[in-house]
Every structure is written in structure tokens, then in C-alpha cells.
């Protein structure tokens, strides 16, 4: 496998996730409460905004601006979804796979 993360990772897989989390959810399977909750921190987070800002066409600016919670340890915390979004995954599905989201655990025959 090859992980494409080119330039900041924080920011790559942080800002994507959870808009990529509702995407697929009915993949992943997540329940309604817990997506309203990474919703909110999407919000919350000013990942939902950066969004808008940065990825469009024509850009509205030529550079990307940090996130103003990637320097502090608590809002990283709470504004972290990777790992976040990956746990809750993993409790419905314990064979989640990142690269391959369709994975399954086998059926008992």
C-alpha cells in the first residue's frame, strides 16, 4: 500500500474525515448520534469552514492557512479526527481496514 499524504498530515487527514466519514457511512455504519457529534466537531473545529476556503475553484487564497487548534495539545485532542473516527470504525467493524473500507471480518461457516 501506499499512503499518498503529501505535505501536512495533520491537516490531510483531519480536515477530510469526517466529510469523508459521511460520505460513507453507510459503509462504515456509524450511528446517527455519534455523526452529529463528528459533525458538530467539524464545526466546532473550524475543519467545516477550511473546507469551504480552501477547497474550491478558484481558490480564494493562494496559501493554506494552519488550523488554529494544530499547536495545542487539548484542541488537537478534540479536534483530532483520525484517530477519533478510526476507534469508532473499529467498534463496528473490529476488521476495519483504512485502506480498504469494505473489509469485513470473516463469517463463521
Known amino acids: 500500500m501506499n499512503a499518498a499524504v503529501i505535505g501536512d498530515g495533520n491537516l490531510q487527514m483531519n480536515v477530510a474525515l469526517p466529510f469523508y466519514a459521511a460520505h460513507w457511512n453507510l459503509v462504515l455504519g456509524l450511528n446517527e448520534s455519534f455523526m452529529a457529534e463528528v459533525d458538530h466537531r467539524a464545526r466546532e473545529c473550524d475543519l467545516t469552514s477550511y473546507i469551504d476556503e480552501h477547497l474550491q475553484f478558484p481558490p480564494q487564497t493562494k496559501l493554506f ?16 479526527m483520525a484517530i477519533y473516527l478510526k476507534a469508532a470504525a473499529e467498534l463496528v467493524n473490529p476488521c476495519f481496514n483504512v485502506y480498504h473500507i469494505t473489509n469485513f471480518c470473516p463469517w463463521p461457516s
Open 65 to 80: 492557512r494552519q488550523l488554529i487548534w494544530q499547536n495545542d495539545s487539548w484542541a488537537a485532542e478534540q479536534c483530532g
